[in-house]
């Protein structure tokens, strides 16, 4: 029988340990990859996955959130806006008169443009026009008629006062009458319309003169 020309292995030959410790390393490098490396690159890549989504999660919760301030300055600038415009333009009573309101707020134009403010009379109301009437409307129509003396010229700088500061007031009516002790002034009746906020009465005719 012919024998083998492959060497028998043996370990106490030095290139037999070598070639062995090789093998063994290969095998346990080969372990060290497949139950340790790739895992770990497996939940490397998932982590990553999950850290961009949570990144765009942020990203798109911190756009609801700029959104979000972006309405309430937006919210509150119109809030200003209506406050202002309420407080500028809506008529409200004051000692449950309109009257003295009114009479309160035009006092200042008067004295800017030299007219002087005798009296303050309240009409009665108007409602608003709407295509559907409303049964219990909060507001409604509230002429304020003035008796004033004072000069053309006064009379022209007062109603351009009141245009500029009470923009949603209305000139209702006016009337001039000539003086013959006084011809440079004039007795004037005017009467202002500004829309006005309901409370109590508003039929009645109500007098501020002392």
Known sequence: MKKSSIPRFNPQTPSHR?????????VLNAALIGFMILPLKKRMAECLRESNESVSANERMSAVVRSTNEKRESVAELQARYDTSRERGVLTPLLNSYAMRAKRLVQPCAQQSGLEIENAIELASIPLQQPQP??????????????????????????????????????????ISAQQRTPEIHKIQICYEWPAKIAGSSEQRTSTKP
């Open 18 to 26: 070598t070639a062995l410790l090789v093998g063994v390393g290969l």
């Open 134 to 175: 409303l049964e219990n409307s909060a507001f409604c129509r509230q002429p304020i008629e003035f008796t004033a003396t004072g000069s053309y010229a006064q009379l022209t700088a007062f109603i351009a006062a009141m245009e500029a500061e009470h923009p949603m007031s209305i000139l209702y009516a006016l009337k």
